[in-house]
């Protein structure tokens, strides 16, 4: 009997000695990979730095693909070839956005003129408030200093304007390059949608792989392509009311005021934001009464209330809505990886991201982190979300 219990004696310890090595390689495991990913990310962000002129292009075609991809397919619906209809769709588009933008020029011109004396203005009003003001007193004698030489200012402004045209002319090439590297990659995603939406479903092996991949497809599809068309034409009508308001008040160029306020609301609080600043800024340069000088500022907040609050939750139901601090951090990165012109894509592939990780498991907790809902909610959502269709 002491002969068959000692050997069970001996393997217990051998046994919880095993278990500790276990998972001590489990835990060195995992630090491992935590390594691994911080260097992937690391690694993936300087490429994508370096690779900047080719990712922000094509960043900003897939976002207009998946804006005009409902237009395209009411064309389809209408009888038109996919071909045809991708390139009707994409022309018309940018034949608009080039004669707004051409329309917009004399506008903009006309306010790089304007700049130097509106800073002058601002500086002018601003001196007695900082003449009460000890800490800062040898800054605003300085301040006084450079407004009030109102002639050497003439040559920085006629040399600042001059450095300005001469940017852009050397420039122009390579954003007609982009331009036309955008408009026919935009062309080609929207013609070779359903080929490569057949592709990617039929690349996994496994069954369950292909149902989720299908249904990946149609949340892009169904979700993320309607909200942004519905979101775009949102900002749209935005940017026309904004304008007949401020022609209405009599503030200068107002079509370039609602095309700003319409384009940069694409970039939640920050966008509205800014140019409600600049709204207020360029009233208190230009206007005598804080009543004329506030007046386009609450004009653009009444309308950004109403937008957020009424027509965005009416139209789009809360279908898609991604945390704000996640949006102000991924303006900020590709603001800092690409420049300003890519930060207008933040949203849309912040929410297209948001849709593909809430079906992959292993990304399935970033999706929550990423939304606004919390608790009890977001677990019903990405539980239905993990659920499969019938396929």
């Known amino acids: 009997m002491n002969l068959e219990i000692r050997p069970i004696r001996t393997q217990i310890p051998q046994t919880a000695r095993a278990l500790k090595r276990i998972a001590r390689i489990r835990g060195e495991v995992r630090v491992i990979r935590g390594c691994l990913i911080f260097l992937t990310a690391v690694a993936g962000v300087a490429a994508a730095m370096a690779a ?4 922000a292009p094509t960043a900003l075609a897939i976002v207009f693909a998946l804006v005009l991809a409902p237009v395209a397919r009411t064309m389809e619906r209408a009888g038109l070839p996919t071909g045809i209809s991708s390139v009707c769709a994409v022309m018309v588009t940018f034949v608009l956005l080039g004669g707004l933008a051409y329309a917009m020029v004399p506008s903009v011109n006309d306010w790089i003129e ?3 004396e509106i800073t002058r203005t601002i500086e002018q009003k601003l001196a007695p408030l900082k003449e009460q003001i000890a800490a800062v007193e040898s800054v605003s004698q300085r301040i006084t200093q450079v407004a009030s030489d109102a002639g050497p200012a003439a040559a920085p402004a ?3 304007q001059a450095g300005i045209l001469s940017s852009a002319v050397h420039e122009a090439p390579a954003a007609l390059a982009t331009i036309v590297y955008v408009v026919i990659l935009t062309i080609f995603l929207l013609a070779c949608r359903r080929h490569y939406t057949e592709q990617l479903i039929l690349m996994p092996t496994r069954f369950r792989n292909r149902c989720r991949m299908s249904r990946i497809c149609r949340d892009v599809r169904l979700r993320v392509s309607s909200y942004l068309f519905t979101l775009a034409m949102i900002n749209a009508g935005l940017a026309v009311i904004t304008a007949a308001c401020f022609h209405l008040i009599g503030v200068a160029d107002p079509l370039l005021w609602g095309a700003a306020f319409g384009l940069l609301n694409f970039i939640p609080v920050i966008g ?3 140019v409600m600043l600049a709204a207020a800024l360029v009233g208190f340069a230009t206007e005598d009464s804080v009543m004329g000088a506030l007046l386009p500022t609450l004009i653009l907040l009444v309308l950004n209330t109403i937008e957020a609050n009424l027509v965005q939750p009416w139209l789009l139901s809360r279908r898609i ?4 601090i996640a949006i102000f951090v991924t303006v900020a990165l590709l603001l800092w990886m690409w420049g300003p012109a890519a930060a207008i894509t933040a949203v849309p592939l912040l929410i297209f991201f948001h849709t593909i990780a809430m079906h992959v ?3 399935r907790p970033v999706g929550l982190l990423l939304a606004t809902v919390s608790g009890p909610a977001a677990r019903r959502r990405s539980r239905r979300a993990s659920r499969l269709p019938n396929c």
């Open 52 to 55: 900047a002129s080719v990712l």
């Open 114 to 116: 304007r700049a130097p």
């Open 158 to 160: 006629a040399a600042a």
């Open 272 to 274: 509205p934001s800014a």
């Open 321 to 324: 809505v991604v945390s704000p």
């Open 361 to 363: 498991p292993s990304l």
